[in-house]
Nanobody, 124 residues
Framework: QVQLAESGGGSVQAGGSLRLSCAVS????????MGWFRQSPGKLRKGVAV???????NYADSVKGRFTISQDNAKMTLYLQMNRLRPEDTDIYYCAERKLRIGAWSDFGLYNYWGQGTQVTVSS
């Protein structure tokens, strides 16, 4: 079992920054994907960024160059540094964990564990 808890969301003006954190507890897979997803009401969750147990990262095209995913294994915490935020980045952001295996990193259906989400609101 893995428990995930996001924090760090809030309201910011366009061009600003936020850093999301995801505290991990329990027993994560030894080889894993840890990802950030976003979701709007009535829409499917979309992958934002992922990092695997070897430290490799992937990003959605819409956030490349603006967002950075990282992890602190000692603190068992996942981060998403969000810079140059845009109004279209507004969403609920979730962290998630799954075993590293075949399948697209952005396929939310493959993730086993989810946090409760944190709201990010970017005003113009």
């Amino acid at each position: 079992q893995v428990q995930l808890a996001e924090s760090g969301g809030g309201s910011v003006q366009a061009g600003g920054s936020l850093r999301l954190s995801c505290a991990v507890s329990g027993y994560p897979h030894s080889m894993y994907y840890m990802g950030w997803f976003r979701q709007s009401p009535g829409k499917l969750r979309k992958g934002v960024a992922v990092i695997d147990s070897d430290g490799h990262t992937n990003y959605a095209d819409s956030v490349k160059g603006r967002f950075t995913i990282s992890q602190d294994n000692a603190k068992m915490t996942l981060y998403l540094q969000m810079n140059r935020l845009r109004p279209e980045d507004t969403d609920i952001y979730y962290c998630a964990e799954r075993k590293l295996r075949i399948g697209a990193w952005s396929d939310f259906g493959l993730y086993n564990y989810w946090g409760q989400g944190t709201q990010v609101t970017v005003s113009s």
